[in-house]
């Protein structure tokens, strides 16, 4: 298989994750009136089955002993990959489906921040600049004083980014450390349906047939999108095709016009374009740096 090859393969994988994760937004929102914690529950539980297949498929077994620092890396990402989809959940039903996914997809940004601390990476000016560009769009889409009573649940679209953002930062850690994709897949869908069984136990509310439809297909658009990014990028490394994940915002909008009727103003496609922006510049300068290391 030639690089060519292999990097349209990833593209086009990367694409149908972004399509998968946009079909989970939107039947998140279809699911109507279901307490936040038992959407959480069932995209995660269909998400521990997939992991559990594809595991005993791959017949695989833990390759390396469990420590202190791996167990701690993989509990602060198992957490914090929970408080990111109860705030990307949440956030899905208080504001446009579309400007809570684009708050959600501020983690690249997010990640570069914690990296600086947890891995010890130094952000350069023009990184920083980046980030500052991002921030400024997110405020086009929260639209502090001008419109709308959005604000509280922007702010909560912001920490599902940032709490995801700290989430992929531990899972690089991870990954540096020797734990495989599947077993980091299976651990937090496993600790998110554990931490959220008595919540359930407590008050549990029925679900109408319809909306548990709709819970499993959002909970298969899930496993669909995190398998699909990892196929992708077995393809071809993040760093030439993860600007494509961005597509997530057409299926979104496309998806939402036409189920919901519902269409992004004007001032949330400025800051669309501003965080887009950024991220086409950190893109790219990011992958101008890394060609200039491996000279």
Partial sequence: MTDRTRYYKGVIFLILSSASFAVMNVCVRLAGDVP??????????????????????????????????????????????????????WAIDHMVVADAA????????FILIFSIFMLGERVKPFQLFCIML????????????????????????????????????CMRKLGLMGVPGPWIVLCFSLFSCLAI??????NFVPIPGRSLAFLLLAGLG?????????????????????????????????????????VPDWISWIG???????????????????????K
């Fill in 36 to 89: 936040t914690y038992e959407k959480v529950f069932f995209r995660n539980l269909i998400a521990f089955i997939f992991a559990v297949i594809v595991l005993v498929r791959q017949h695989g077994q833990m390759p390396m002993r469990w420590n202190v620092k791996r167990a701690s890396f993989m509990f602060l990402r198992c957490f914090a990959g929970l408080v990111g989809v109860f705030a990307n959940f």
């Fill in 102 to 109: 684009m708050l959600n997809k501020l983690s690249p940004f």
């Fill in 134 to 169: 991002a921030f400024i769009g997110v405020l086009f889409i929260v639209k502090p004083g001008f419109i709308g009573m959005q604000a509280g649940p922007a702010m909560v679209g912001v920490l599902s980014g940032m709490s995801a953002g700290f989430a992929y930062t």
């Fill in 197 to 202: 069984i008595p919540f359930m136990a407590v």
């Fill in 222 to 262: 899930a496993a669909g999108g995190q398998f699909g990014i990892t196929a992708a990028y077995t393809y071809a490394p993040a760093r030439e095709i993860s600007i494509y994940d961005y597509s997530q915002l057409l299926f979104i909008t496309l998806l939402t016009w036409l189920l919901l009727g519902e």
């Fill in 272 to 294: 669309y374009a501003v965080i887009i922006t950024g991220s086409l510049l950190l893109f790219f300068y990011n992958k101008r740096q890394l060609a200039e290391t491996e």
